[in-house]
């Protein structure tokens, strides 16, 4: 792992030769580099989390039209879409400032915690249109999107860090309307 800056902003026990460890799910740790064999844990910290609000964006409905007059089994129109669970870092915008990124790390973690799942997590929802035999319908599916920001404040080892933060929670598919059309 590669950490942008300049190693004097590094806290001094991180800056010694296996003074650090890289545990699942991308976490970065102190370790005692002077005890053999040592366990990386994660120093103790305390989260809390403040002016959570919660956003709901819905797009444009989309069409689906699917004609079936002609055939002899119902048809089947799988809608899937994947999508990135972010995290963004919005203290460059509301604060004009950036976090430094081992500070912005620690935020990550916790966020992670508290929405169970990983930044840059990939999910795909979908959903099934299914068509009879001898029918011409016309779907009606809505994508929307929630999305919650807030600031989070860790506390590890009696040092606060706060940072302002967007997290995209989930997207999906619904059908809003099918409706039943003439056949040609």
């Not at 010694?16 to 740790?29: C, T």
């Amino acid at each position: 792992m590669v950490l942008a800056g300049d190693v004097s902003q590094l806290p001094a026990e991180v800056q010694k030769p296996g003074s650090v460890a890289l545990l699942e799910g991308n976490r970065l740790v102190a370790v005692d580099p002077n005890i053999p064999a040592s366990t990386p844990q994660p120093s103790p910290s305390d989260t809390r989390f403040d002016q959570v609000v919660e956003k709901n964006n819905e797009f444009s409905p989309i069409i689906f039209p699917i004609n079936n007059c002609g055939g002899t089994a119902e048809v089947k129109q799988e809608v899937t879409q994947t999508y990135i669970h972010e995290i963004v870092d919005e203290s460059i915008w509301k604060l004009g400032v950036e976090i430094p990124v081992l500070d912005w790390l620690k935020i990550v973690a916790e966020i992670e915690r508290r929405y169970g799942i990983s930044d840059k997590q990939i999910t795909t929802y979908s959903t099934m249109l299914t068509v009879p035999a001898g029918q011409n319908i016309q779907y009606t599916v809505i994508r929307k999107q929630t999305w919650e920001s807030g600031r989070a404040i860790v506390v590890s080892n009696g040092v606060e860090i706060s940072a302002p933060y967007t997290i995209l929670k989930s997207e999906t598919f619904e059908v809003e309307n099918s409706e039943q059309k003439p056949c040609p």
